[in-house]
C-alpha cells in the first residue's frame, strides 16, 4: 500500500500508516477527563493528532520517539488538519522505512564508499593506508558511515551526508595533490577520511538528526582521536611521529578555538584540511539553503549562522 | 664590479656601491657639530653609516629613500660594523638593480603571466574575456603587475609575489571547474585574476614595500572596483547584473567586515573565490614563514598573526 | 473619496481602496479547492484577505508587491477582522498616494533641499561646490533624494529621511565650523553632503523599505565612492589628493571594520565627519523608539540594536 | 639663572639645576663596590647619572619620585651623555617649578574657569546650578582643576587638559543647544562639567601622569558618583529623580561596558554626552599625535589604540 | 477560604480570588464598542480575562501592576480557558499573600539572617564589623534583604534569593578561611556580606521581578558603593584604605568590564570574592535550570545565557 | 664545592662550574675569524660567554640546551660581565642538580603525593578509586608527576608545582564536600586528581620550561582523555557512563572554547571543577606575580594576560 505522506492529508481523509511521534502528552480537557495529544511527523510535514477514547490504554503502548502505525480520520479544527486517532500500535522495526523520515543523499551510499576506498588505495605509506582501511573495511563502522548526516543542520543534512562530504574532501584533495610543495600527501588524504569519523557516534539519525550524550560531552572531534587511538594500538609499529600529526589534523580542523577546534593547526597538511573541509561544508550549506527558497524569489531568508541573505538572482547563475 | 653586500661587509673593507637610505639624520655631537647619520639598506641587511666631515654639503645631495653611491670604509664600533663614509652622490637610475634591494620571486613573471592570460583566454563569456584582457594586455599595467608584491608582509612578499599569487589563485579555480554544480566558472576566474588587482597600486615597491597614500585611504579592494568600473565603462554592453556580481567578488574576498571587506560573500562564486584566496595566502604565508627556520630548528617562533608556532618537524614532511 | 486604512476597517464594513500586496499564495483549502491568501497592508497596519471564487482569475491580475484596489467586506474569523474579496483589479499609478503606504518626514523636501543648497553654496572650494552641486541640482538624483529613507529600520525610517539626515549632519558641520583648527571645512561640509547618496539606490522604496540587489551586493558606501568618482570625471583639473581625500570620507564614515567601512578614519575630517553621522543617527534613533512608547510607560522596550532599555521618565524631559 | 634642561645638556657641561629623580638603585660596581644609579628626568628627557663617591651617604637623602639639586659633570659613555654627580640635596619645595617638569596647555587656566562659570551660570535649574556651582567655586577643588591633565597618555594628557576638555565639551553642548527637541539642556550641561570632575584625584600629577590607588581601585567614574553625592546632600530639596539622571550621565558617559562604563546611556542627555565627550577626547587625541611628526612627514606612525596611521600630508589639511 | 490557583481553574469554575493585573487594555470590539482586556497572574500561572458589560466603570478602578479581587466565571474559547469577568475591585492589601504571586526559597528568612549575622559577629576588625552590622542590624534594611531575590532570572529568583546566596557565599568564604596565605580574611568576609547589598533596591519584587528605575539607571554595583559610603561617613576614624578596598571589592566583584564591573579585581580579596560569587551563582543558577527538565528527559533546554545544554543524565548525580 | 650562581659572578673571578646552554652560535668576528658565542644560565640569571681559541673544536662537544662544565674567566665588556672560556666539556648527567636551574616547590613532593593518595582514598566508588590509583601508584607517572610544573609560565611555574596545584584543588573539592546538593563528589574528586594529569608530558622540564611537540600539537586536555581512556581499559566492569562523565570533565575544565576547552561544562560536577581549578590558578598566579614586586612598592608592574596592576599596599593585606 502506498504511504499517505503528512503533506498531502486533506480533511475527512482515512489515514493507516506508520509515523514518528515527536511530541506526546496527556493534558486535562476543559471538562477535566485526560486525552491524548500527539505530534506526528514524517520527512514530509508534522501533523497535530488527538485520542480522546482510551487515551490512558493506548498511552502505555509507546513513547516519544517511537514509531506508531494508527487509523484515524482527517478532521479540520481552527482552520488547521488534525488526526482524530481510532486506534494505535507499534509499529514492528520492519515497517518502517528510515527514507520515509528523514531525507537522504542523492547518491548511492555503496558507490561512494566504494569510490572512497578506491582512493584510499593510492596512499603509500603502509601504515596510514591500514589506519584508514580498518574504517573503511569494518563493516560495523560502515553500516553507520554509510547512514550518517554530515551535521545535524549547517550541512549535509541528510541520511548519508556524512560520506558524501567526506568523500567531497578527500576528492578535493586528490585534485590538489603535487600542487603545494611540501605537504606529505598520504598524511593529508587519510586526514581528510578520518575528519569527521566519529560523526557516526555524533550524531543520532534513527528518527531525526541530534546529538547523541556523547556527542555533546564528549564531541566528534576528541571522539575521533579516540577512534584513531584504538586502531592505531593495533598496528605493529606505527611510527610516533606519525600518529602525533595524524591527530592533530582531527583535533585542529576546525581552525580555531571558537568553533571547538582545542589547537590551531600548526602543520602545512592541518591547514590544508582546515581549508577544504571548510570549504565543502560551506559551498555545500549555502547550496542546500539556497534550494529552500520558492521558485522566483531572488534572495534567500536571512542565514543567522552566516550573518547573511544569499543572491539566488534569476536562477541561472547559483 | 661585483656588489658588496651588507651581510658581507668585514672591518677595513673599502666599500664602493650603491645602498638605499633607510633613516637619515644629522644630530649634534657631544662636542656640538653636526653630522650625518645614515641607515642603508640592501635585501642582505641594514648598517649604520656616519659622515664626519662635509656632513652638511653631502646632506643636501639626497633625501630619505633615495639610492646614494657612497665610498667608505669599514670599522668597528661597539662590537658592531660601521661604514665610515668619504664622499656621496646620488645614485643614478642605472646604476640601481632592483633586485639587489628587494626579494624576488623565483619564477619568471613574463613566463607567469603568459600563463595567466592562456587560462584566461579560456573564458567563453566575450564580456568578461574583454574585462580581464583589458589589463592584461595592457603594458602600463602589467609592467607593474609583474613587479608588484602580493602584500606588505604576511604572503608573497616579493617582487611578483602578486602575479605568482593571482596565477596560483586562477589555477586552483581550474582545478575546481564544473567540481560544484551552480558555479559560473567565467565569473569566478575573471574574479581570481581581478581580485588583487589595485595591489599594483595599494603598495609601494621601488625601496620597501610599504602601502601609498592610496592604499592606506582607499584600499586595494575598493580600488579595485574603480578600475574594474573604468574598464567595464569601456565595453559595450556589459550586462549590469553582471558588472554587479564582478565587483561584489572584489569587494567580498575577504570574506568578513574584521578582514576588510564591506559585504560578505553573497553569491557562490564569491564564497569559493574567498575559500580559494584565503587557501592559497595562508599555505604560501606559512611557507614562508617557515623557510626562516635555521636549520635543525624543529618549531618557527611564534607568528604573531596567526597567533601560533607552526611544527618543522625534521623537515622532511614540512 | 475617503481612504478607509486597515487600522479602521470594522466587522461589516464594505471596503473599497487601494492597498499593497505584502504576501499572495494559493493554497488548497481543507475540502481540496484553491482560494487565493492574501496579506494587504498601508501604512497603518496588516489584514488578511481571502477570495474563495473565482481566485484563479484574480490571481492572474497582479502579482506580490503590487497596489492593488479590491472590493470586500469585513468579516470576523477567529476574533480578528477578515476581508472577503469580491473583484480585485490592479491599481493605476495615479491612484497610489505613496504617503498612504510609508511613513513620511514631517518637514517638507524641498524646503530641506533648499537649505542644504544654500549651506553648500557657501562652500569655497571651486572643486569641491561644483561635485555636491553636480549632484544637487540634478533632477534625476533630487527625485530620489527627496523620497529616500536614512536607514531601513534603525533611524531616519521614513521618506524624506536620507535627506533630513543629510541636512542635519551637514548643519551640525556648520555649527562646529571653526571649533577645531585644522580642520578643512570645505572639504568635511561636502563629506557631509555625500556621506549617504548612494543611499537613494541601496535602499527601495516604493512599497516598504529594503534593500535593491546592488544595495546588498555593493553596500552604499562603495556606490557612493562610484558616483562621486563619475561626477569628479566630469570636472576638469579636480585634483588627485583632494578626490582622494574626498572619497576616504565616505568609505570611512562608519567608523570601524565591523561597521562595514572598509578603512578607518584617518585624516581629522574623516573623524568628525564620523562622530557628527553617528551622533545624529544614534539621537534620532533612540528618539523615534522612544516615541513608540504608550502614554504613561517609563521605559522603552529593549531594543536589540543598542542592546538596552531607554528611560522615558514622566515624559518631562525625554 | 636660566635652567639647564636635559635636551641641551653637552658633553663636559657642568650641570647646577633641579631634576626629577625617575629611577634609583644602588647596584654593585664590577669591583664590587655599591653606587648609585639614577636616572633623572625633566619635561624635555631623561638622562642616566652616577654616583661613585659617597653614594651611600647621598642615598640616603632622598627617595625615588623625589625632586633633587645636583652638581655635576657631563660626561660620555658608550655614545651617550650620562652625569657624574658631585653632590646631591633634596631640592626645596619653592625651587621646584611644576612646568619644568610637565607639559602645561597652551590656555590660562583662570580664564578657562572664568568662562566655564559664565556658562554654568545660565543654567536655569537652580539645583544642577548649585550643585555645579558647589564644585567651581569651591578653591580647594579648583586649585586641583586646574591643574590636573585630561587623561595618562591618550588626550589632553598636560597640566591644565582637564580644565580645557571639560571646558570644551561644555562649549559643543551649549553650540548645539535647542538644536534637538526633547533634550534637558541644563541636566546635560551639569553633566558636561562633571562628567570628569574626579579625574582631580584620579590621577597624580606632581611630577608624571599616573593613577592614584583609589583611582585605580575605584576610578573616577565611580569617584565622580561619590563626590556628586555628597555635595547633592548638602542641597535642601534636591529632586530625587533628578540626582538620579545626573549620576547616571557620570555612569554611561563612556559609552560601553568595556569601556568601564557600569551601565550604558539609557538616556537622550547620557546619549548627546557621551558622543560630544568622545568626539572632543578623540579630536584632540589625533591632532596631539598629529604634532609630534617630525616635519615633511605625511603619515603619523601608526597609533596602537586607535589601530591606525593617521594622514598628516602636506601639512595644509590637517 | 482557599486560594484557586489559575493552574487548576477549569471550564465552568466560579472564581472568586485576588489576582496581578499583568497587562490591562480597552480595546473596541468587532462591533465597534470597548471592552476590558485583562492578562491576569499568580505564582501558577496566567490566565485571559474578560469584561463586557460596565467596563469603562471598572477600568476605572484600578491599573496595571495592581492586585484586584474578582468574581468570574471561567469559559473556554478557542480551546483555552478564559475568565469572563462579573465584578471587580481593588485589592486590599491585607488580602494579598506575596508568597502567592511569587517564588520563595525554601529556607526561613530569619534563620539564615542569623546564621549571617554569627558569621559576621566573628570579623576581628571592629571597622569592618560596625559597618556590616549597621546592615544587618538595620531593619528598614533586613525586611527588604529578607524578601529581595537574587536576581531577576539567572540565579536565586525567588524571594529569599538574596540572602540566600549572600549567606552561601559567606560560607564558602569561612570555609575557606586561611586557606591561602596572605588574605585579610575579614575584609573578604565583610565583603561577602554586602556585595550585593544594593540589590534590595535594584530589584522590585512587590508582584513580579524587575529592575527599578535606579536599578537601570544606576546599577547595585555602584548603589551598594553609595550604600557603604553611607554607613562608613557614620563610623568615626574608619581608616581611608580599608575603605577603599571594601568598596573596590563591590565594585570589580563581577571580575570583567563586560559583565558591568568598572574595574577588573586588583587584589587577592577581590578575586576571592569574583570566584566564589561567579561560583556560587552559576551552579545554583544551573541546578534551579535543571529543576525545570520534566521527569525521565535527560538534558535541558539549551540555555541562552550559558550557551549551552546540561546533561541532567538518569536523575542520579545531577 | 660550592656552585657560583650567574648573578655572583663578579670581575675577574674564575669559573669553574655546570651551566646550561641557552644559545649557541658561531659567527664570524670582525676580522674574519669564527668564534663560539653562548649564552649560558642557571635557576638566577643569564650570562654571556665567548670561546675565542679553540672553538671549533669545542663546538663539537654539545649543542645548544646541554649542559656543560666550564673553566673561564670573568671580564667586563660594555659595562657587562662576560665569561671569557677556556675550556669546556659536556657535563655528565651525576654533576647536574635540576634545583640548581629552575625554581622548586617550598614543599616536599613525596609529602604531597602521600596527601593526595591519602584523600584518593576516601573515594567510595570503586571504578574512579581503582582509575585515580591507577596513576598514583605507578612509579613511572609519580617520578614525572612530582617534577613537572603546573604551567609554562602563568602559574605554579616551578617544579612540583603540577603536583602542587592538584593537591589544592583536591583539597578545595574536599573542602566543600556535601556543601551543594545533587554533587557526585567521587566523581568530583577524581575528576581533580586528573584534570590536569597529561601536563607532565605537555611540558618539558629537564633544563627550561616549555612544550614538548606534543604538547602542543595534541595538547594536555587531549592527552589526558588518552591517559584515561588507556587506564579505563584495563578496569574491568568500568561503567560507559561513567567514564564519558569523567572524560567530559577534563574536556570542559577551561571553561570555554576561546580557553582551549572543545567543550563547555555541562555538568555540576564539570563546572564545579572549572571553578576551582580556576580560583586555585588565578590567586596563585597572582601571588607569584606579586611576590616578584620588590620592597616598598604599592603596585606591581601592569600583568598582560591579567590585564591589570595588582595592588600591593603596604605589605600588610597582601
Chains 1, 2, 3, 4, 5, 6 share one sequence.
Do not use: C
Not at 52 to 59: L, R, V
Not at 137 to 142: L, S
Not at 147 to 172: D, I, M, W
Not at 192 to 213: C, I, M, P, Q
Amino acid at each position: 500500500m502506498e504511504r499517505t505522506f503528512v503533506k498531502d492529508i486533506r480533511e475527512n481523509d482515512q489515514v493507516d500508516g506508520v509515523f514518528w511521534v515527536k511530541e506526546k502528552s496527556m493534558p486535562v480537557s476543559r471538562t477535566g477527563a485526560p486525552y491524548l495529544r500527539l505530534r506526528l511527523a514524517d520527512r514530509t510535514g508534522e501533523i497535530e493528532a488527538r485520542v480522546w477514547d482510551g487515551a490512558e490504554a493506548f498511552a502505555d503502548l509507546f513513547t516519544r520517539d517511537d514509531f506508531i502505525r494508527i487509523k484515524a480520520q482527517a478532521t479540520s479544527y481552527q482552520d488547521k488538519i488534525q488526526l482524530n486517532i481510532k486506534s494505535i500500535k507499534k509499529a514492528a522495526e520492519a515497517d518502517v522505512r528510515l527514507e520515509d523520515f528523514l531525507a537522504s543523499s542523492t547518491r548511492d551510499p555503496d558507490e561512494m564508499l566504494a569510490e572512497l576506498i578506491a582512493i584510499g588505495q593510492g596512499i603509500e605509506n603502509p601504515f596510514l593506508k591500514q589506519l584508514i582501511m580498518a574504517f573503511l573495511e569494518n563493516e560495523e563502522f560502515t553500516v553507520r558511515f554509510k547512514r550518517a548526516p554530515g551535521a545535524k543542520r549547517l550541512h549535509h543534512s541528510f541520511l548519508g551526508g556524512l560520506l558524501e562530504h567526506t568523500l567531497s574532501v578527500v576528492q578535493l584533495i586528490e585534485k590538489l595533490k603535487g600542487y603545494y610543495e611540501g605537504i606529505n600527501h598520504d598524511l593529508l588524504l587519510a586526514g581528510g577520511v578520518l575528519h569527521d569519523v566519529a560523526k557516526v557516534y555524533e550524531l543520532s539519525y534513527e528518527r531525526s538528526f541530534d546529538y547523541t550524550d556523547a556527542g555533546r560531552l564528549i564531541g566528534h572531534i576528541v571522539m575521533g582521536v579516540e577512534m584513531v587511538d584504538k586502531e592505531i594500538a593495533q598496528i605493529e609499529g606505527f611510527p610516533t611521529e606519525l600518529a602525533m600529526l595524524m591527530k592533530h589534523l582531527l583535533l585542529s580542523h576546525h581552525g580555531q578555538y571558537e568553533w571547538g577546534s582545542p589547537t590551531r593547526p600548526m602543520t602545512l597538511e592541518a591547514q590544508m584540511l582546515h581549508h577544504l573541509d571548510d570549504l565543502d561544508a560551506k559551498v555545500n550549506g549555502i547550496k542546500e539553503f539556497m534550494n529552500k527558497v520558492e521558485q522566483g524569489t531572488r534572495w534567500t531568508d536571512y542565514h543567522r549562522m552566516f550573518e547573511r541573505f544569499f543572491y539566488v538572482g534569476e536562477g541561472e547563475e547559483g
